[in-house]
T-cell receptor, first 112, second 117 residues
Framework: GNSVTQMEGPVTLSEEAFLTINCTYTATGYPSLFWYVQYPGEGLQLLLKATKADDKGSNKGFEATYRKETTSFHLEKGSVQVSDSAVYFCALISQAGTALIFGKGTTLSVSS | GAVVSQHPSRVICKSGTSVKIECRSLDFQATTMFWYRQFPKQSLMLMATSNEGSKATYEQGVEKDKFLINHASLTLSTLTVTSAHPEDSSFYIC?????????????FGQGTRLTVV
């Protein structure tokens, strides 16, 4: 079946450090891939997405590239800020599916 | 992006009572809505998928008689937790997509923190 695996956290970084959160997926066909962010006590917000292989999604300094060959969609940011502290979820919608399938989430904590 | 409004954001209820959570798409027609449950420090578990005008499709292990879902219009879905118990305390999140437009993005409500005492 379809699934998403992302690195376990928590990830603790200092401000301005480089961030990578790994995400790999298992799916048939060509899923669409997403990163969502959840701030404490809030719902989910779409951070970025990619709908086909080699697409790069980007937003607010975050980037992720859809790699079909490695079935990966790693999230990166060159310089994190304290305000980036949140839980990040990698997710996919399969070609045939309707609901998002989420990874377990990675908690990022950035200190000044 | 589109806006999904979920209400209430927090609710505390007594054990044995029922609680209704509303999910509204404010600026688009949501042909399909999804209800998720999130346990502390865990991912979102899909509970059910609801399509406007038809019965919801529940995921395995989710009690449909306990978690009643109604999607009566293209802009409103409701989740009713019936005869709530403390183990039902959780964070419930709704999501909506406009599949008729081929839109792959899902929009999320703000979530509802349910505490059953």
């Amino acid at each position: 079946g379809n699934s998403v695996t992302q690195m376990e956290g928590p990830v603790t970084l200092s401000e301005e450090a480089f961030l990578t959160i790994n995400c790999t997926y298992t799916a048939t066909g060509y899923p669409s891939l997403f990163w969502y962010v959840q701030y404490p006590g809030e719902g989910l917000q779409l951070l970025l997405k990619a709908t086909k292989a080699d697409d790069k999604g980007s937003n607010k300094g975050f980037e992720a590239t859809y790699r079909k060959e490695t079935t990966s969609f790693h999230l990166e940011k060159g310089s994190v800020q304290v305000s980036d502290s949140a839980v990040y979820f990698c997710a996919l919608i399969s070609q045939a599916g309707t609901a998002l399938i989420f990874g377990k989430g990675t908690t990022l904590s950035v200190s000044s | 992006g589109a806006v999904v409004s979920q209400h209430p954001s927090r609710v505390i209820c007594k054990s044995g009572t029922s609680v209704k959570i509303e999910c509204r798409s404010l600026d688009f027609q949501a042909t399909t809505m999804f209800w998720y449950r999130q346990f502390p420090k865990q991912s979102l578990m899909l509970m059910a998928t609801s399509n406007e005008g038809s019965k919801a499709t529940y995921e395995q292990g989710v009690e449909k008689d306990k978690f009643l879902i109604n999607h009566a219009s293209l802009t409103l879905s409701t989740l009713t937790v019936t005869s709530a118990h403390p183990e039902d305390s959780s964070f419930y999140i709704c999501s909506a997509r406009d599949l008729d437009r081929g839109n792959t993005e899902a929009f999320f409500g703000q979530g509802t923190r349910l505490t059953v005492v």
